[in-house]
């Protein structure tokens, strides 16, 4: 009986143009912090998420090595379609203790990649 009821969900939420989707509502992002002068990582550094509204999100720190991780925010929602799943710019801002902070702008798209690496980010040094 439950299978023949999610079976007719499934058809009618199908036919009715509503479907269920696991989406991003934050990106997940990873990469190294390195010293801009000579390559060598930067251990300790602070990687904080942004929404657009420059709320703290999610933050990391980077480890001996010099790199991050912070895991993506997915969720399961029903879809009406056709629908527009417009991508939207948060900021991730990169600082140090003796570095100069850095921001990039990461694009997160509902519909796209979960993950995103930035590869190597580059902190200048502060002038002393």
């Known amino acids: 009986m439950k299978v023949r009821l999610a079976a007719v969900l499934v058809?009618?939420?199908s036919a009715s143009g509503c479907f269920p989707y696991h989406f991003t509502t934050r990106i997940g992002i990873s990469g190294t912090v390195v010293d801009a002068r000579n390559s060598t990582p930067i251990p300790d550094a602070t990687v904080i998420i942004s929404d657009p509204a420059?709320?703290?999100?999610?933050s990391a720190s980077t480890d001996a090595s010099g790199r991050f991780r912070?895991?993506?925010h997915r969720v399961w929602w029903i879809y009406i379609v056709p629908m527009d799943?417009?991508?939207?710019?948060?900021p991730a801002t990169i600082s140090a203790l003796g570095y100069e902070s850095t921001s990039i702008a990461v694009v997160t798209?509902?519909?796209?990649p979960k993950e995103l690496s930035l590869g190597e980010i580059h902190l200048e040094p502060r002038a002393q």
């Open 11 to 13: 058809f009618v939420g």
């Open 70 to 72: 912070i895991a993506p």
């Open 109 to 112: 798209n509902p519909m796209g």
């Open 54 to 58: 420059n709320q703290q999100v999610a």
């Open 85 to 90: 799943a417009f991508p939207y710019r948060t």
